[in-house]
Every structure is written in structure tokens, then in C-alpha cells.
């Protein structure tokens, strides 16, 4: 089953955000294979985050996660209006298939 | 740089058809990495559909695709492939080519992250 996220957050720019992401011990719990992803209206989703903390090549440092038990939990500093799209949180998960779940969806207005 | 270019034109099939979408990888080497196949419904969220080992050809399949997913690779274009057969109007979706970092067995597979994407094909499940 997907992962639990807001449906929503919004903030002003330049102020700091998180997004969570709540899972099971069978998936977020259970696992350092958290991922986040931005996706933006017609566009392929963008890996921001993998492994639960660590930000691939080319990923703004406004951009951190941690993961505590179930939950992870996804932070953007100094909010900018290109951050305005959805966020998609991820994880590797044993329960059954399929084997990669993905969160609900949260949408971030930029206000 | 690396680049993951789909089949361009979105397709429109009827129910019982079958669809094959490309995906063509370049700007890195095919073989060390693997593909992964996802699709989004309208205003839903990605699902997971399957992955191919682009270094041996293992593949692994949501259970809810098996037998209905096929997925290939051409290493001598450096091209992926997925055919959906049986289609009905549920598959109808964006689908996307991820490059995925495992390309081991596939028995021991288990997805981290995908860290490129194609640009997604829509496919019409439509009478």
C-alpha cells in the first residue's frame, strides 16, 4: 500500500518547509531506501533524494531528509518559487509486491 | 550527459491491444545499469512496474504486471524496451523509463532509487 503523505504545504519564500512520509517497518522502518522526488505539471519526476539522506549530483543543499523509525521526513530551506511542484516520497519495501512503493503525493504552493 | 529519450508519439490503443514503448539510453555505459519501467495514471502518483538488467537481462515485475509486461533490451542500440499486452482502459498512463543503479541477478534485486528519467510516453486505452 502507498506510503502516507500531506496532501498539501505551503510556506512563503524563503521560509523552511517538511514534508513527511509515514511507512511501515516493512518499507521506511525496515530500510535505508528512502527516496524523494520533485515533479513539476507535465514533467518526469526528478530524484532529489536517495538512500534516505544523501542528494545525487546536480541536487540543491536547500534540499535535506532524515528518516526516525516509520516515518521520513523530507526539509526545504529557503523556499524559492521553482520549488513550487509535488514531492514524492519512496521506498524499497518487503512486504509483497511490487517492491518499490511510492507516497501519496504532496503538493508545496509557494505563496 | 546521460539521457533517457522514449518512443515520441503518445499512443492510442483499444482494449485487448498491445502497446511497445522505447526507450533509448544514452551519455553512459548501457551495460552497468539497469532499467526501470513506471507508469502515472491522471492525478495519481507513480507505480512501479518492473526492472531489466541491462548487464544480463534479469528482469523483475510487479506481481500485477506479470504475465501481461514484457521487458527487453537491445544492447547493441543501448535501448530498453517494455511491451503491455491485454490492455484495458485501467492502463491508461504515462510511462516512464528510470535508470535504475542495479544491473545484478535479479533474485537478490531490491529498487533503491531511479536517478534519470525519460520524458514518459501516454498511452490511451480507448474504445
Known amino acids: 500500500s502507498a506510503l502516507t503523505q500531506p496532501a498539501s504545504v505551503s510556506g512563503s519564500p524563503g521560509q523552511s518547509i517538511t514534508i513527511s512520509c509515514t511507512g511501515t517497518?516493512?518499507?521506511?522502518?525496515?530500510?535505508?531506501?528512502v527516496s524523494w522526488y520533485q515533479q513539476h505539471p507535465g514533467k518526469a519526476p526528478r530524484l532529489m533524494i536517495y538512500?534516505?539522506?544523501n542528494r545525487p549530483t546536480g541536487s540543491s543543499n536547500r534540499f535535506s531528509a532524515s528518516k526516525s523509525g516509520n516515518t521520513a521526513t523530507l526539509t526545504i530551506s529557503g523556499l524559492q518559487p521553482e520549488d513550487d511542484a509535488d514531492y514524492y516520497c519512496a521506498s524499497y519495501t518487503s512486504s509483497s509486491s511490487p517492491l518499490y512503493v511510492f507516497g501519496s503525493g504532496t503538493k508545496v504552493t509557494v505563496l | 550527459q546521460v539521457q533517457l529519450v522514449q518512443s515520441g508519439a503518445d499512443e492510442v490503443k483499444e482494449p485487448g491491444a498491445s502497446v511497445k514503448v522505447s526507450c533509448k539510453a544514452s551519455?553512459?555505459?548501457?551495460?552497468?545499469?539497469?532499467i526501470s519501467w513506471l507508469r502515472q495514471a491522471p492525478g495519481q502518483g507513480p507505480e512501479w512496474v518492473g526492472w531489466i538488467s541491462a548487464f544480463n537481462g534479469d528482469t523483475h515485475s510487479a506481481q500485477t504486471f506479470q504475465g501481461k509486461v514484457t521487458l527487453t533490451t537491445d544492447t547493441s542500440t543501448t535501448t530498453a524496451y517494455m511491451e503491455l499486452r491485454s490492455l484495458t482502459v485501467d492502463d491508461t498512463a504515462t510511462y516512464f523509463c528510470?535508470?535504475?543503479?542495479?544491473?545484478?541477478?535479479?533474485?537478490?534485486?531490491?529498487?533503491?532509487?531511479?536517478?534519470?528519467w525519460g520524458q514518459g510516453t501516454l498511452v490511451t486505452v480507448s474504445s
Open positions: 551519455g553512459y555505459i548501457f551495460t552497468d545499469y539497469g
Open positions: 538512500d534516505v539522506s
Open positions: 528510470a535508470r535504475d543503479p542495479y544491473y545484478g541477478s535479479g533474485t537478490y534485486y531490491k529498487p533503491h532509487y531511479f536517478d534519470y
Open positions: 517497518s516493512d518499507d521506511i522502518g525496515g530500510y535505508n531506501y
